[in-house]
């Protein structure tokens, strides 16, 4: 396994104490992280934070819509005007309950709570004044604040507290927002999103949507394009993985081949029968394998994880992980000698290729739009394979592990010095 090497931050000059060292208000120590509850958006936020020594030093924020109902219906909403949507429609049918069918399916009870009960009691809503007014009232103190967030929901909140303590934050925004970009201290976005559409793509969008969805003009200094995801991956994770786990995978036959198995999306679509040829590609390569590890998602199809329970679980070379914690992921990362991976997860694929090991793709070439240009990048970059059932899995093959967190880090740091202000060392 190749190590991954995060850029080492710039050192203080000697027997300079720190406060002083190129101002009083100059040292960024803090980070508030503006989440929309995805697991995947949040993951690369964190994953920055991380990267930029500040994991121990942020704070969550997030922001939440209703839920179930007719709420489903108006996800495509900016998250303000589904708020005061939501909250005209209880006036209309109730405070305590509101009655809709959603989709032919049975009458759901809407709860009146903002966000329903979905575990977020203990994660603090995101609110652009409020934050904005920590951060000016503590700026003094504590100094600047670097605020992270990626998703759709977090764009406004984001761009607002740039807007209201422009002084006191340095904003950074990650995945492409389609709105002016200057709105951002930094934007972080994979090249496929900024560029989202391949010439073949393009032609199967509407052309009212193509000036929307294509940007028509080169990014300049202050947008990061990145190859994949951003996550929490490095060597220091690795090697925590590798001594946590080692008790249950040292002892494996190897080499290790871990199937994470994903789900089929707008621009990834799937079935039963990905599951079969899967199945089909497994067996053929079976002889060559010491032990194979199979992982399913939450997003994965009950009738593509059923055919591959039926067809693999009673192999003695073959583990199905159940869904029970403690989630095998971190370990399987650290201890694989390969990876077969469905095309559908630019996150789970982002994470594979940040180990330098073998990576087997499923299903990318019924990928569309910007997923078929990530999957070409990576192809082009020797990255990864397809997964053909032909494949020796004991001939392993190596190339630069993708490196995105560590690289947008290094630019953060760049951006932040520009403006005179640095990380805590």
């Known amino acids: 396994m190749k190590p991954i090497r995060l850029p080492e931050p710039p050192s203080p000059t000697p027997g ?74 209880r006036r209309i049918f109730g405070y305590t309950q ?14 009146p709570e903002n966000g329903g009960n979905v575990g977020l009691s203990s994660i603090l809503e995101a609110d652009a004044k409020q934050i904005a007014k920590m951060a000016r009232e503590t700026y003094e103190k504590d100094g600047p604040l670097l605020v992270v967030a990626s998703g759709r929901d977090t764009i406004s909140v984001a761009s607002s507290i740039k807007r209201l303590a422009s002084e006191n934050v340095f904003v950074v925004q990650i995945q ?19 560029y989202p559409l391949t010439p073949q793509a393009q032609e199967q969008v509407p052309r009212f949507l193509k000036r929307w969805l294509t940007p028509q003009e080169p990014p300049d200094e202050h947008v990061v394009l990145t190859v994949g995801a951003l996550h929490q991956i490095d060597s220091a994770a690795l090697r925590n993985a590798a001594s946590a786990w080692n008790d249950e995978f040292a002892p494996l036959p190897k080499p290790l081949l871990v199937v994470n198995i994903g789900g089929p999306t707008r621009q990834c679509r799937y079935g039963a029968d990905i599951a079969k040829k899967l199945i089909s590609n ?10 194979v590890r199979i992982s399913f998602s939450s997003r994965t199809p009950d009738k593509v994880s059923s055919i591959i329970v039926k067809q693999l679980g009673d192999n003695p070379k073959v583990f199905i992980w159940d869904g029970r914690e403690p989630n095998p992921h971190m370990g399987h990362l650290a201890w694989a000698d390969a990876f077969v991976v469905t095309a559908d997860s630019i996150s789970m694929i982002s994470e594979v290729c940040s180990t330098g090991k073998p990576v087997y793709v499923m299903g990318a070439e019924r990928c569309t739009w910007k997923y078929a240009d990530f999957h070409k990048s990576l192809r082009e970059r020797g990255v990864v394979r397809p997964f053909l059932g032909s494949e020796d899995i004991s001939e392993s093959w190596s190339y630069p592990p993708l490196n995105d967190t560590a690289e947008a880090a290094s630019r953060v740091r760049e951006a932040l010095a520009e403006r005179g202000w640095r990380l805590r060392t």
């Open 16 to 89: 300079v104490p720190e406060i002083f060292e190129g101002g009083t208000y100059s040292i960024v120590r803090r980070a508030v992280v503006i989440g929309n509850g995805s697991t995947w958006s949040e993951n690369q936020s964190v994953g920055l934070v991380r990267a930029l020594g500040l994991s121990d030093k942020h704070v969550l924020y997030r922001v939440t819509r209703p839920k179930g109902g007719v709420n489903e219906w108006l996800h495509w909403l900016p998250v303000s005007v589904h708020k005061k949507l939501y909250f005209v429609l």
């Open 98 to 111: 509101l009655l809709l069918t959603a989709r032919g399916r049975k009458h759901v009870l809407v709860h």
């Open 176 to 194: 492409h927002p389609r709105v002016k970009l200057n709105r951002f201290d930094l934007v972080i976005t994979p090249r496929h999103d900024y």
């Open 282 to 291: 497994l067996l053929s390569v079976l002889a060559s394998c010491g032990t």
